[in-house]
């Protein structure tokens, strides 16, 4: 991500502590935004598989949703205390949304 685009981005991103047990996004929800994790550890789940995998500091989650307009595909939540940073869709399909497109 160009230097400037991280400093726009991380000048709109919202700014989260959360506690064990917090779900962040739960599977089938229809909200959008798009979170990146500051520390601590989160737990991903499906609803008929179960626990996927875990996320560390500086993973994202929540990008399907805004980048594909589907439901939430999986549940996040704290396994300890976390902060996450997180966007709105605008945010996201502005400043976000290309660097997915550049993957193709």
């Known amino acids: 991500m160009p230097g400037q685009t991280l400093a726009e981005l991380a000048r709109r991103l919202e700014r989260e502590e959360v506690t064990p047990g917090t779900v962040l996004i739960r599977e089938g929800d229809s909200d ?3 979170y990146v994790l500051l520390s601590g550890i989160l737990a991903v789940s499906q609803r008929d598989i179960g ?3 875990l996320l560390r500091p500086g993973e994202y989650f929540g990008e399907v ?3 594909m307009g589907i439901p939430r595909t999986a549940t996040v939540s704290a396994m300890t205390p976390a902060v996450v940073a997180s966007c709105d869709r605008a945010t996201f399909d502005e400043l976000v949304r290309p660097l997915f497109a550049d993957d193709d």
Do not use: G, H, N
Request: net charge positive; hydrophobic share 35%.
């Open 32 to 34: 959008d935004r798009f």
């Open 65 to 67: 949703t805004p980048a």
């Open 51 to 53: 626990a996927r995998s």
